[in-house]
């Protein structure tokens, strides 16, 4: 969410869902998940690069976490 409290849509660029370790059954759908990574720093851009995944229990997804 933004600093409003409105839902923000973000681009999130990764490497191929297989070099990482997932599969169809690794994130079942309405899986809440923490990403972290770097941030665009395009001015207006939601975008991210080198994003790690993570459950809310702090449990890694993937071979990346």
Not at 1 to 9: F, H, M, P, R, S
Not at 38 to 48: E, Q
């Amino acid at each position: 969410t933004d600093d409003k409290g409105q839902k923000v849509e973000w681009q999130i660029d990764m490497a191929a869902a297989a070099s990482i370790g997932w599969t169809a059954t690794t994130l079942p759908v309405g899986t809440v998940v923490k990403v972290t990574g770097n941030p665009s720093r395009a001015p207006g851009s939601h975008g991210m690069t080198g994003a790690r995944f993570t459950l809310l229990d702090g449990t890694p997804v993937g071979r990346r976490g």
